[in-house]
């Protein structure tokens, strides 16, 4: 056990999914030509007055209330003051002083027990623009290029409190954001198009004190995997240069993938960012009523589906966990349930086989070719026999890979159960034949012995023949 | 004919009548502005090619019989902080000194589409920080009644004083269209906050500035806000409803109508020469049947200190957008922090460093509370003055400068006695009334000018007061020397 305690606390950078941008009519489109989604307003040009589009607060408060938030009902929007290119206004419109949400919480399993991590904030921000360094950073080239594309897309940030204790539960809390923002539809959350990005503030204690540590910012973590296993270095590295009577710098380090690594990135002090109202837009105000609209929009998140799941399905509590951990997931579950009333089966399927082939393809569910009817009418095939568990699952990857419908792929590939008793008979008298030693054992009271045979039966079919049929028979012709 | 002396309501019906073409009205301006600009240096830009080239086209649409925009024809000039779509706008800085904006400022789409002619872009202080033009990066103009005098801090009002253009677009942060207006004898009124829509206006104090017309007359006024006033999807702090139509405003009667005369404008500092205008405008307003009396205004010394901290905090933020990395100039460097630098200590003037570097101060951890948040305090305390004071007046009278038109080089390197004198124009940006400033007379010389205050949204009554002065008195719209 170690003496060390981890605390850890994530900011989250979550873009919203609206059509325009926060201050001004440009698209939001994901990989179009640069700079080619641009007016003076989100190129900071002089003169270039925006206005707040009201969508963003609309999906602001969506996902302030799906994470148990309060919601401002007076709010507005700050001026960070900074300089870098990609900020075409050498200012960041923010929320500093007054969030549109805040002291919210999520809960997360880990281990198998639920752990609430209490969220501070989320509040709006615009995006900057993106940089594309000729030599790799900016310091190393002589020409660099900004995209402004991306420049005053809408964002919220959302703050945990320090109350994060590793890398499992940062990578957990992150899973279960996603799932509730998926849910509600206010973003994408897709972290390699970069609409979610996550910072770590990390820091390390001795078990049983409660000042906290010098804490690092750890950045460029490009997948929940990145998250949890930078944190997870980041605190042994903190606890080294603790025993070795050294003191933690705060600074801010970045994450190195290829090499399991974290490195300074910069070392200095914040800069003073003196904030201060943004003197170009009105105040958000927002009515009581107005919130509760918002709240009756919000679908089932994923603990109640959870739960939903268990209760009325009977599936264990482990399975609508994994199932409900996706919007996606959860849609082709109750999709196919529709055609197919066996919970637990369909179950068994998305966590073994869907899942498997997810994994091993590194595909998203939406990528598949198979659909939930799909999975539903394979069911019923090895429902009424027509294949056997184990050719269902060859049709299963054909159905996966390609998408054709499961009675299809059965006919063009031969796949039918020979369940017919005049077309088993001849292979089964040619088994037995062949066999003499496992049919005395069988005869002699070795039970087993007539699993050998079945399986023999099935080879000599590639599989087609219906196991249960052949077990019937077998039993029948050796006289029990 | 003279036709630079001409009222833009005249020669709208010269137009209208067809006694005049476009073309020639032009051809009549830019003449005029071959003639004395070598003295007044009102403009940065002339545009001379695209005004002609606008006026032919207006001819010929004229030629098919189509009916003609309300301001057709009319030759206007805006300052050269309000972005026109491919014509350079400087703001009168080396940092924009080759800015060519692609778009055009919401104020000034709305006059082109009135089909007003822009002949040029005018000088004024380096992104309006100033009250002379002396702050320009480029030259100063000088005022039409005294080559040795400042014109204030907007080109724009010597320009339509000497007749180089019928009408402008200025913009007010602390005073600049009323206090130019004054010192060069025109009219300048700087609307509500938000009634007319700032986007396109190169921002210096964005909570303060505002765009505003400079006319030579009342009715010319109300022509040319009735085209820029009114909602803009594209700027926040715009009015969300459009406005009247002011030219039902010009009504010739005061009677009834309560003017407060705030105490505190008239104390100190104010020049005998201008304290008799205001006594014989006040006397006027009284025998049109008007009710003038004094009221306490108790915070007004401290608005120009709170203004100060605010237009400079402000500043400071919306002038770090010229780092070189978009848009005018950019002076090479080692790294990106170097090029920020060198291009923001060659492209920004002193005053502008200096406000700049306050501003930042003001903001800073530590001075924060101390400084900013107090201005905040100081400005809601002034809001309150106004307020009480509108409980009881329909509008007030005070001033618009404590002088007349300073001497060129009195004040340039006194950066604070520069801003005392807008030291009555002020207080009114930081709550965002109407005001208005009107010439009324000359005292040794040089215009003096009336200032009108009213509600939010009120231009109607300054409109009002405005006119029936100017129907009732001679003291309305002297003559620049420079005009013979
Ligand atoms: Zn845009």
């Known amino acids: 056990m170690s003496r060390y305690e981890a605390v850890i606390g ?98 997360i399993d ?54 994060i204790r590793s890398g499992d539960e940062a990578k957990a809390y992150l899973e279960k954001l996603k799932a509730i923002l998926e849910y509600t539809g206010v973003s994408d959350v897709k972290m390699e198009q970069g609409s979610l990005r996550c910072d770590a503030n990390v820091s390390v204690r001795p078990v049983g004190t409660t000042t906290l540590g010098t804490r690092t910012e750890i950045k460029n973590m490009n997948s929940f995997r990145a998250v949890q296993q930078a944190i997870e270095y980041e605190v042994d590295r903190q606890i080294d240069v603790l025993e070795d009577g050294e003191r933690v710098i705060q600074e801010t380090r970045g994450w190195v993938e290829n090499k399991g690594i974290t490195i300074t990135m910069r070392n200095k002090e914040n800069p003073d960012y003196r904030c201060f109202i943004e003197p170009e837009l009105d105040p958000i105000e927002l009515t009581a009523e107005w919130i509760e609209g918002v709240r009756a929009t919000i679908p089932e998140l994923p603990d109640a589906r959870r739960k939903r799941l268990v209760a009325e399905h009977g599936l264990p509590d482990y399975d609508a966990g994994v199932i409900t951990s996706s919007l996606a997931l959860a849609e082709f579950f109750d999709a196919a349930l529709q055609k197919y009333p066996d919970a637990k089966t369909i179950s068994n399927w998305i966590m073994g086989e869907l899942l498997r082939l997810l994994n091993a393809r590194n595909m998203e569910l939406n990528e598949a070719k198979i659909t939930p009817d799909g999975l539903a009418s394979l069911l019923q095939l090895i429902e009424k026999g027509s294949i056997s568990h184990k050719i269902g699952k060859e049709v299963f990857e054909t159905m996966f890979e390609e998408g054709q419908e499961p009675e299809q792929i059965v006919k063009e590939k031969g796949l039918s159960q020979i369940s017919d008793e005049g077309q088993l008979a001849r292979i089964i008298e040619e088994v037995i034949a062949k066999n003499p030693k496992s049919v005395a054992d069988f005869q002699s009271g070795k039970k087993q012995a007539i699993g050998f045979l079945v399986g023999q039966v099935m080879k000599a079919t590639k599989g087609q023949a219906n196991p249960g049929v052949v077990n019937t028979m077998l039993q029948e012709k050796l006289g029990k | 004919m003279q036709l630079h002396t001409l009222l833009v309501h005249e020669l709208s019906e010269l137009m209208e009548k067809k006694e005049v073409s476009c073309e020639e009205l032009t051809r009549d301006y830019l003449q005029r502005i071959g003639q004395v600009e070598d003295k007044i240096k009102a403009f940065l830009t002339v545009t001379k090619e695209e005004a002609l080239a606008q006026a032919r086209a207006m001819d010929e649409q004229r030629a098919r019989g189509e009916a003609l925009p309300p301001l057709a024809g009319i030759p206007m000039a805006i300052n050269d902080n309000i972005c026109t779509q491919g014509i350079k706008t400087t703001c009168a800085s080396q940092i924009l000194y080759n800015f060519i904006p692609p778009y055009d400022a919401t104020a000034a789409a709305r006059l082109k589409n009135a089909g007003a002619i822009l002949v040029g872009k005018c000088n004024l202080d380096e992104f309006a920080m100033g009250s002379s033009t002396e702050h320009s990066a480029f030259y100063s103009t000088q005022n039409p009644f005294d080559p040795e005098a400042v014109p204030g801090g907007s080109g724009a009002a010597a320009a339509v004083a000497v007749g180089e253009a019928a009408f402008a677009l200025g913009s007010d942060t602390g005073g600049s269209i009323r206090q130019s207006a004054a010192f060069c004898g025109v009219i300048g009124l700087k609307p509500t906050y938000g009634c007319v829509p700032r986007y396109g206006l190169i921002s210096y104090a964005s909570s303060l500035d505002q765009i505003g017309p400079i006319t030579r007359d009342i009715t010319d006024l109300a022509l040319v806000l009735n085209t820029i006033a009114g909602r803009n999807a594209k700027d926040s702090t715009s009015a969300s409803v459009d406005g009247p139509d002011f030219k039902k405003s010009l009504v010739n009667s005061v009677k009834g109508l309560r003017i407060g005369l705030p105490k505190e404008y008239f104390k100190t500092g104010l020049a005998p020469g201008v304290a008799a205008k205001l006594q014989e405008a006040v006397r ?167 200032q009108l205050i009213a509600r939010h949204f009120d231009e109607g009554t300054l409109l009002r007061v405005g006119y029936t002065l100017e129907q009732n008195t001679s003291e309305i719209r002297p003559k620049p020397g420079l005009s013979r």
């Open chain 1, 10 to 107: 994530l900011e989250v950078h979550v873009e919203l999914k609206t059509d325009t941008k926060l201050f001004c009519g440009c698209s939001t489109e994901f990989g179009q030509e640069p700079n080619t989604q641009v007016c003076p307003v989100c190129l900071g040009l002089p003169g270039g007055t925006g206005v707040l589009n009201k969508k963003v607060v609309e999906l602001a408060t969506k996902a302030g209330l799906a994470l148990n938030c309060a919601i401002g009902t007076y709010t507005w929007f700050d001026r960070k003051n900074y300089y870098y290119p990609d900020l075409p206004k050498g200012f960041q419109i923010s929320q500093v002083f007054r969030p549109i949400a805040y002291k919210g919480y999520l809960d």
């Open chain 1, 110 to 163: 880990v281990d198998g027990r639920t752990k609430r991590i209490n969220i501070t904030r989320a509040h709006i921000e615009e995006d900057p623009g993106k940089l594309a360094h000729a030599g790799g950073s900016i310091a190393a080239s002589h020409t660099s290029y900004v995209d402004y594309n991306r420049s005053g897309m809408p964002l919220i940030e959302i703050v945990s409190e320090p109350e």
């Open chain 2, 284 to 450: 006027k307003l009284v025998e049109l049947g008007a009710v003038c009396e004094e009221v306490d205004m108790p915070h007004t010394e401290y608005a120009v200190p709170a203004h100060y901290i605010i237009s400079c905090a402000e500043a400071s933020s919306n002038l770090a957008r010229y780092d070189g990395v978009r848009h005018g100039l950019r002076v090479e460097a080692e790294d990106v922090l170097g090029m920020f630098k060198k291009t923001r200590i060659r492209g920004f003037g002193a005053e502008v460093q200096r406000r700049i570097m306050l501003g930042t101060h003001a903001l800073s951890t530590g001075n924060y509370e101390a400084c900013y948040m107090k201005a905040l305090k100081v400005r809601t305390l002034v809001k309150r003055d106004f307020e009480r004071a509108f409980e009881k007046f329909d509008c007030l009278l005070t001033p618009t400068s404590p002088t007349t038109a300073f001497k060129i080089g009195a004040k340039a390197e006194d950066s604070l006695a520069m801003y005392q004198s807008e030291v009555f124009t002020i207080p009114v940006n930081l709550v965002g009334v109407p005001a208005m400033s009107l010439p009324f007379g000359i005292a040794e010389g040089l215009p003096v000018g009336l």
